[in-house]
């Protein structure tokens, strides 16, 4: 089988054949139908920070993964060839992180790791939900602790971004967003989003309770912390920059909260895709080829991307 695989740090994935894999005891092999690409993957491609984080390489990457499980380890109850599933990249199995990913035709996945795919629910969404609909629900939902009424920045709309602010507004927030593309503002007034601005800063004075950093620059972070009222929440989620200077005064004195948000839950998940399964979030989708994901992958770090691409298999 053919896979995309990462030999190190700023080198060119690499199209690389492999044996098919097998479930061992224990363990489920998915044949995948779809698999999301993710800026992360820009970051784990370019930056030497991430590479204790990973391995052993060569990698495989792709950690949104969806599909159809091929075959069932012994031991395994409760799941059976045939099931539409998709895989928690933040559990055990760390597809595309710790063991191959999705940007190959198979993932074998602990079972604890994954949830089910409704029936009429597309691979492709399914596979962007394990972290363009986890992450942003965890951030919005169980960190940000979102509540009717609230009034909520969200910092960078990209594909995590948009769905971040469609989960608060169906949360029954007032949202704000920062994008500097001024392009994608008429997509975050359908979002439902109340005011757009290029900078958090902008609205200092709405008085913001909580304020979501999807963009993670670094100045983004401090603009946050600066913005957001006192007493206020601000929950770090993107990872543009992995450090940043913020005003320790701003913090102490406002008595702001400033959380770290990463991982997820099955159960996450599974409250995303009944979202997607209602109509009422529907996160931008640019299906890809297998054959296309290096170039995808370009331009993504090119910022040429607005929704979510995903890579589609027979």
Not at 263 to 284: C, N, Q
């Amino acid at each position: 089988m053919r896979a995309w695989q990462m030999t190190g740090t700023g080198e060119p994935l690499r199209l690389t054949d492999l044996p098919e894999p097998v479930a061992g005891p224990g363990e489920v092999l998915v044949a995948v139908r779809a698999a999301g690409l993710c800026h992360t993957d820009v970051g784990i491609l370019d930056d030497a920070t991430w590479t204790a984080r990973l391995g052993p390489f060569p990698l495989t990457l792709g950690h949104e993964v969806a599909g159809v499980i091929a075959a069932v380890g012994v031991g395994v109850d409760g799941w059976a060839v045939g099931d539409r599933v998709a895989v928690n990249p933040a559990g055990s199995t760390r597809p595309g992180l710790g063991r191959d990913g999705g940007y190959g035709p198979y993932v074998v996945a602990d079972p604890p790791d994954l949830v089910r795919v409704p029936e009429g629910l597309s691979f492709e969404l399914a596979a962007a939900g394990t972290d363009a609909g986890r992450a942003p629900y965890r951030a919005v939902v169980v960190r940000g602790e979102v509540a009717a009424g609230d009034k909520v920045g969200i910092i960078g709309l990209g594909g995590l971004g948009q769905v971040g602010a469609r989960i608060a507004v169906l949360r029954g927030a007032e949202v704000y967003a920062a994008e500097p593309k001024q392009s994608l503002w008429p997509m975050a007034r359908e979002l439902g989003v109340t005011e757009v601005a290029a900078d958090v800063t902008a609205f200092a004075d709405v008085g913001l309770d909580l304020i979501v950093d999807f963009a993670g620059f670094g100045t983004t972070t401090a603009a946050a912390i600066e913005t957001v009222r006192d007493f206020g929440r601000v929950v770090q989620v993107g990872m543009g920059r992995l450090e940043s200077t913020i005003s320790t005064n701003a913090l102490i004195l406002k008595q702001v909260t400033l959380l770290g948000s990463r991982g997820g839950t099955v159960e996450d998940i599974a409250a995303v895709y009944e979202m997607f399964a209602s109509g009422d979030l529907s996160p931008a989708l640019e299906p890809i080829g297998f054959d296309d994901i290096p170039a995808a992958l370009d331009r993504l770090r090119r910022g040429d991307v607005t929704g979510r691409l995903v890579a589609r298999y027979p």
